[in-house]
């Protein structure tokens, strides 16, 4: 698992560590591959393998990155197996407020009933409820997309300007936009939707990113989240 004493340093990174610092869909899935190919003697194999409790370090590995695989699948991939280029959690992460406004229209029961089929397909649910014990690995890849979207707000124009693009928020204003927007997400708007048991530890990794981002900011952290 992730040497965490590594993490957000400027240190050369090695498995597994190399494959969660890389924020491009492409590049993780190449060094994933690699990993498998090492690990797996199956190397054909994309099915997650069944282990008795008395597996072999190898064994567990290779189921781990079996896991890890489906996680990337899930979060890459469009639901015909191809890869588009589109960031599967970023298009939940931009959905849920507009199911949210629809939780109670009479209309928008569909609108809703489809986000939540895709919340537990995209976040792999069923496969946790498999693999509790891998929970780690779900952590892990939000952790990664956490640091991907916090790298992106910070330099996207769009984010961080005002008043129709004409100025740019301050560093403090951005600070408190993206904790109320990390919290707003992963906490408030799934609880109205009845959905904080799938977003459990999306939310968990989302607090920990915000924390790991920006150590300096405790007060704006604990102000953001005792919201809830």
């Known amino acids: 698992m992730i040497d965490r004493t590594k993490w957000m340093t400027r240190e050369e990174y090695v498995w597994p560590e190399n494959y969660y610092r890389e924020t491009d869909g492409?590049?993780?899935?190449?060094?994933?591959?690699?990993?498998?190919?090492?690990?797996?003697?199956?190397?054909?194999?994309?099915?997650?393998?069944e282990f008795a409790s008395g597996s072999t370090s190898a064994a567990?590995?290779?189921?781990?990155?079996?896991?890890?695989?489906?996680?990337?699948?899930?979060?890459?991939?469009?639901?015909?197996?191809?890869?588009t280029g589109t960031d599967n959690y970023l298009k939940l992460w931009n959905m849920?407020?507009?199911?949210?406004?629809?939780?109670?229209?009479?209309?928008?029961?569909k609108?809703?009933?489809?986000?939540?089929?895709?919340?537990?397909?995209?976040?792999?649910?069923?496969?946790?409820?498999?693999?509790?014990?891998q929970?780690?690995?779900?952590?892990?890849?939000?952790?990664?997309?956490?640091?991907?979207y916090i790298n992106i707000c910070q330099t996207d124009k769009s984010y961080t300007n005002v008043l129709f693009h004409l100025a740019k928020i301050s560093e403090e204003q951005l600070v408190l936009k993206l904790a109320e927007d990390l919290w707003e997400k992963t906490v408030h708007l799934p609880?109205?939707?009845?959905?904080?048991?799938?977003?459990?530890?999306?939310?968990?990794?989302?607090?920990?990113?915000?924390?790991?981002?920006?150590?300096e900011e405790r007060e704006v952290h604990q102000r953001v989240w005792q919201k809830g």
């Open 135 to 148: 929970e780690e690995l779900w952590y892990d890849e939000y952790m990664n997309f956490f640091d991907f």
């Open 26 to 49: 492409d590049r993780r899935r190449d060094i994933l591959k690699e990993q498998i190919q090492k690990d797996v003697p199956d190397k054909e194999s994309t099915s997650v393998p």
């Open 191 to 215: 609880k109205e939707l009845g959905l904080s048991g799938e977003f459990r530890l999306l939310a968990a990794a989302a607090e920990d990113s915000f924390l790991a981002h920006f150590p």
């Open 111 to 133: 609108t809703v009933r489809v986000f939540e089929e895709q919340v537990r397909q995209v976040l792999q649910v069923g496969l946790l409820r498999e693999y509790p014990e």
């Open 60 to 83: 567990v590995t290779g189921q781990a990155n079996q896991i890890r695989l489906k996680l990337w699948e899930a979060r890459y991939l469009d639901d015909k197996g191809r890869r």
């Open 96 to 109: 849920i407020a507009v199911a949210a406004e629809h939780r109670k229209s009479l209309f928008g029961k």
